[in-house]
Each structure stands twice: as structure tokens, then as C-alpha cells.
T-cell receptor, first 111, second 115 residues
């Protein structure tokens, strides 16, 4: 799997947006970009994924750079429940089912 | 629709023993993946099963083995346990239709401690 690079930690204020970056300069043309998050004491949960175009769903938005070497997960209005470790993963599959996750970004949400 | 469940929740074993962990997939899912998550790290892919056959394997030795049953539930077996096997073991189910997977749903994990 191509490697991704994420900051170890980030902070946001409750009810404000947060942009979580991910660098993947060695991404191949067939790699999907997946984001999962893991709340404390739980298994990871799917957030969003995309290939080339920006994507929106009820949880978040995914902005993909034109050269696809980086992407940004956008949480539009963070709540305390969004405090979690966020993982950015590349996979040739439409899910991340055979991928090893990196160490992710720990998001702290301040009230 | 029930989610992914795993048993047991916690387990303590000693070095050299064998362990079996169990996973029940989400209803309608035909694929299960197993992951190992050491403390402070992200999940590492162990292997995936699709229709009872191994369908991909990560960088884990043969003493890690698995089974998937006709009802799509699954087992992870680890022989000759080592101290470094202490970790949270996660299973995730999904569906493979044609060449496309849907999203994975993870269970809460089994915390294995090897003494």
C-alpha cells in the first residue's frame, strides 16, 4: 500500500470546522482515498472515501487535490463526539478492507 | 439489522498457548477482515476471508490462521502465543459484489493479553 502522512494531533473548538490533512505523494491512479475514525474504546468506523472528485456525506466532506497527492477531511461543525483518531488510508479497493492503517491524527475537541 | 459482534471481550493467555477469537458478521455481509491493533498504533491487516476462502493476507506468520463459516461468521486462531501478540484484535465485515466492496463495519474488538 502507498504510504500516507498525517499530523499526530490536532485541536478544534466545539461547533467550529476542522480540516484534517493527509499527504499521499506516492498515490497510484487506481488508489481510493479512505477515511476512518476510531472513537475511544471502539472499533474504527467508516467516514468517507473518494477517488478523484470531492465527496460529501452526512458526516464530512473530502477535498482531493487536483494532483491527488494530498487530501483533506473536513468536519463542518465539530462536536465533542468527534474527538477520535482519524485515519487516512489508500487502497485499490472500494473499501479499505486489506489495508494497514497508519497511526492517524488524534483530534481533540475543546468545549 | 445486527452489527458486528466479537467474543470474548477480554482474554488473558500465557506465552506458548493457543487462542481462538470469534466474530459474527453484519447480516448480509460475505467478507470478513481481521486486524491487529497494538497500543497506540493503527490497525494492521492480518487477512481477509470471502466465501470461506482466504482472500488476501498481510505480513503475519502462519501461526495466525482463520476460518469463515457458511453463515459468514469467522474465527481467528493464533498458535504459540508470543508476548508481542498482546493487542486489540478487530474484525470487520463488508460485502463484495462483483469487483466492488461496500464500506467495512468493525466490531468492538477482543483485547488479548499474553503474559
Amino acid at each position: 500500500d502507498a504510504k500516507t502522512t498525517q499530523p499526530n494531533s490536532m485541536e478544534s473548538n466545539e461547533e467550529e470546522p476542522v480540516h484534517l490533512p493527509c499527504n499521499h505523494s506516492t498515490i497510484s491512479g487506481t488508489d481510493y482515498i479512505h477515511w476512518y475514525r476510531q472513537l475511544p474504546s471502539q472499533g474504527p468506523e467508516y467516514v468517507i472515501h473518494g477517488l478523484t472528485s470531492n465527496v460529501n456525506n452526512r458526516m464530512a466532506s473530502l477535498a482531493i487535490a487536483e494532483d491527488r497527492k494530498s487530501s483533506t477531511l473536513i468536519l463542518h461543525r465539530t462536536t465533542l463526539r468527534d474527538a477520535a483518531v482519524y485515519y487516512c488510508i489508500l487502497s485499490i479497493f472500494t473499501n479499505a478492507g486489506k489495508s494497514t492503517f497508519g497511526d492517524g491524527t488524534t483530534l481533540t475537541v475543546k468545549p | 439489522e445486527t452489527g458486528v459482534t466479537q467474543s470474548p471481550t477480554h482474554l488473558i493467555k500465557t506465552r506458548g498457548q493457543q487462542v481462538t477469537l470469534r466474530c459474527s458478521s453484519q447480516s448480509g455481509h460475505n467478507t470478513v477482515s481481521w486486524y491487529q491493533q497494538a497500543l497506540g498504533q493503527g490497525p494492521q491487516f492480518i487477512f481477509q476471508y470471502y466465501r470461506e476462502e482466504e482472500n488476501g493476507r498481510g505480513n503475519f506468520p502462519p501461526r495466525f490462521s482463520g476460518l469463515q463459516f457458511p453463515n459468514y461468521s469467522s474465527e481467528l486462531n493464533v498458535n504459540a502465543l508470543e508476548l508481542d501478540d498482546s493487542a486489540l484484535y478487530l474484525c470487520a465485515s463488508s460485502s463484495l459484489r462483483g469487483a466492488s466492496y461496500n464500506e467495512q463495519f468493525f466490531g468492538p474488538g477482543t483485547r488479548l493479553t499474553v503474559l
